[in-house]
């Protein structure tokens, strides 16, 4: 452990208490040891507890977030997600996490909704059934009627959970600050940036205007998919704190018996299911993150509700590419392959070695060599990438953690339904489906074109870049300033990286114009030349690779900047 300089204790009194109780519940469940790494030594008693005797270090996480309350169990699905940042024992043992508390009283529902729909309840709704739906930590739902008949459900916030919220975020804020401070171990896991990414979470599921428009997003995306059902969204009744949504009626995906009483087509549903959250992942860039067994009801017609959209995965063009070169390296066996999706997915620490990743990744795949591809479980291989993620310090955006919770999820859903069915040979043919995209010649026309304006910016912004890294070592400073600018630095060789790339794919690109155009000259010059519309496509794109390679040396020598 290093440390590096003083951190004396610095909470505003209304926080000290939770310290204390944070302090407590870590050290009741054996993780007393935090004492010496935070520094706040003075909460934590100094005993020893049976619980750390009995008890697996995953099991006693597990109990420090269902102890602490809403925003810890919030963080703990979070971090179950993101098996890059935390050890496999501690990630399965978040995915226990339940959300679901008791209710809080009818009567503080009925003014929240006062509050935030400015007229009582009764005067904009029919009735509201007093007996909630369902109750998690950070809200309730309650089945209700418009004045006009209409069957809805309203979910209303805990009163008093925003304020409890930012109280927990400014603690976890400061211990993750102070953790950076002494210890140099916790620099790759960056506690700060996911105290970061917790309180963006959370602040989106504080907002149901977020989650209704969610719905509408998703609901918009998947006009083309019949089979599933999301819930209009009622805006004049739904609010900051209040979302009102259309009643749907169905059967809860895990209730295999009563599915089957009414004629349900088991198979069918997990195929439609599999292939609609598949869709939504690589045609769509947007997905419902979170398909778990309460999320989802199904209809008499084999039709499917979803539900919840607190929790929706986005992704770029460039990450839908990224995960299906993944998905088609394991279908195909290709470690190479996986290795440079895995690598071109996350944040790689300058530190990686890749012949020890590439082993890695090849020991997963040597795992499926004699097996079928309909028995290849990809929830498990993902899962298993991941961790060799985690190992090799490889943070993976939030998204794509987002992607492997999802997928993960809806495996478990799938073996109820249809145990036989395989979501690989389902994402296999939508993986190819993308790859033949990226063969198009308009679609590597336009890569291009990207590739060449951002190499262009990137080069222009290079001298600029050089004497920021030529000041930082002027006197030594290098060896002062290096752990503050390591971040800096890591993103700056990211885009240098990336340039140099770019560049050599513009070459490239230039390079076979110019054999193109030979190879057409020597055609009309031979009397053997065919005005097929291929050979003119050919000489179409030669003539558009000239250009933008000549565009791009014209750019470099217009800003006098190599």
Known sequence: MINRGPSPLRLRPSRLRRMREIANVLAQNGFAFLREETGFGRFVPHRRHA????????????????????TFIKMGQVLSTRRDLIPPDIADALTQLQDSVPPFP????????????????????ARISAQPLAAASLGQVHEAWLLDGTHVVIKVQRPEIQPQIEADLGVLAFLAGVLEQRSESFDIYRPTEI???????????????????????LASKNRQRPWFIIPDVYWEQTSRRVLTLSFEEGVKVTDRAALQ??????QQVARRLTQ?????????????????????????????????????????????????????????????????????????PQSVDRKLLFRDVDTIRQRYVEVPLSEIDLSETITLLFQVAYRHHIRIPANFSLLARALVTLQGVVNVLD?????LTIAEPIG??????????????????????????????????LHDVWAITEGGALNVRIAQRRRDEEKWMQHLSRMVNRLSTAMVFIGFAL???????????????????????????????????????WGIGRSGRL
């Not at 529902?109 to 509050?115: G, P, Y």
Request: with cysteine.
């Open 51 to 70: 619980e750390e005797e009995v008890l697996s270090r995953g099991e006693r996480v597990l109990r420090v977030f269902e102890q602490l309350g809403p």
């Open 106 to 125: 009818f009567e503080e529902a009925l003014q929240l909704i006062k509050e935030e729909l400015g007229a009582p309840a009764e005067r904009i709704f």
């Open 195 to 217: 105290v970061e990414e917790l309180a963006r979470t959370l602040h989106e599921e504080l907002d149901y205007r977020q989650e209704a428009h969610n719905a509408e997003l």
């Open 261 to 266: 009483r009414l004629g349900i087509d088991l």
């Open 276 to 348: 609609g959250i598949v869709q939504q992942i690589f045609l769509d860039g947007l997905f419902h993150a979170d398909p778990h067994p309460g999320n989802l009801l199904i209809t008499s017609e084999n039709r499917i509700v979803l539900l919840d959209f607190g929790m929706i995965g986005w992704l770029s063009d460039d990450m839908r590419q990224q995960f299906g070169e993944l998905a088609i390296g394991m279908v195909q066996r290709d470690s190479d392959r996986i290795t440079r999706a895995v690598l071109a997915m996350g944040i790689v």
């Open 419 to 423: 145990p036989t069915l395989n979501m």
């Open 432 to 465: 190819r489906r993308l790859l033949l995209e990226r063969l198009d010649p308009r679609y590597e026309w336009h890569q291009l074109e990207l590739a060449l304006r951002e190499t262009r910016d990137l080069l222009r912004a290079l001298p600029d870049e």
């Open 515 to 553: 054999l193109c155009v030979g190879t057409a000259a020597v055609l009309v010059f031979s009397g053997n030349v065919h005005w097929r519309f291929g050979e003119i496509l050919l000489g179409l794109f030669s003539a558009g690779a000239i250009g933008s390679g000549t565009w791009l040396l």
